[in-house]
């Protein structure tokens, strides 16, 4: 992952559904102007994002919000829709904004991408959690493989802020 502490978050365009929806387009700083916890994840549905990535920071919240986070984003390398469907599949709510990378603009920008071909998932993104004030990277914590959630998990993570 070429992002580190310091760097600031490149204005990628991200992918939501709203209320009655309609796909909309964001980008990165609109999302990112206070205090805000990233989730990069491989991908919607996948086992560890649905076992313990994304359901770690839902049972966590009211702790994020206590340590001054305004807001959780989970970036995952699929469309809008899936997006919209794995967030109500974990019951995320209001909790988490789910965004869709779908051409990988963000992921490739930060150097997050990594190649699944050999297990049929094509490219995606590493798993990370990254902090991030004002479009400004203050921690980043990234896994070595896709299939682990330690150092990016919301226990880990947010006992480290």
């Given at each position: 992952?070429?992002?580190?502490?310091?760097?600031?978050?490149?204005?990628?365009?991200?992918?939501?559904?709203?209320?009655?929806?309609?796909?909309?387009?964001?980008?990165?700083?609109?999302?990112?102007?206070?205090?805000?916890?990233?989730?990069?994840?491989?991908?919607?549905?996948?086992?560890?994002?649905?076992?313990?990535?994304?359901?770690?920071y839902i049972?966590?919240?009211?702790l994020a919000?206590?340590?001054?986070?305004?807001?959780?984003?989970?970036?995952?390398?699929?469309?809008?829709?899936?997006?919209?469907?794995w967030g109500?599949?974990?019951?995320?709510?209001?909790?988490?904004?789910?965004?869709?990378?779908?051409?990988?603009?963000?992921?490739?920008?930060?150097?997050?991408?990594?190649?699944?071909?050999?297990?049929?998932?094509?490219?995606?993104?590493?798993?990370?959690?990254?902090?991030?004030?004002?479009?400004?990277?203050?921690?980043?914590?990234?896994?070595?493989?896709?299939?682990?959630?330690?150092?990016?998990?919301?226990?880990?993570?947010?006992?480290?802020?």
């Amino acid at each position: 992952m070429r992002i580190k502490k310091g760097d600031k978050l490149p204005n990628s365009e991200l992918f939501y559904l709203d209320q009655n929806n309609d796909v909309k387009k964001i980008y990165v700083s609109d999302l990112c102007k206070d205090k805000s916890i990233i989730l990069g994840m491989p991908g919607a549905f996948t086992k560890t994002c649905s076992a313990l990535h994304l359901p770690g920071y839902i049972k966590n919240y009211e702790l994020a919000t206590k340590k001054g986070i305004t807001k959780i984003i989970c970036i995952a390398v699929n469309d809008p829709n899936v997006m919209k469907a794995w967030g109500e599949n974990q019951n995320a709510g209001s909790k988490i904004f789910m965004a869709g990378d779908p051409f990988l603009k963000f992921t490739k920008a930060i150097g997050a991408e990594v190649d699944k071909s050999e297990k049929g998932l094509g490219i995606r993104s590493n798993r990370y959690t990254m902090l991030v004030e004002n479009g400004e990277v203050k921690k980043v914590e990234e896994e070595k493989e896709t299939a682990t959630c330690e150092l990016s998990s919301a226990e880990s993570f947010l006992k480290s802020i």
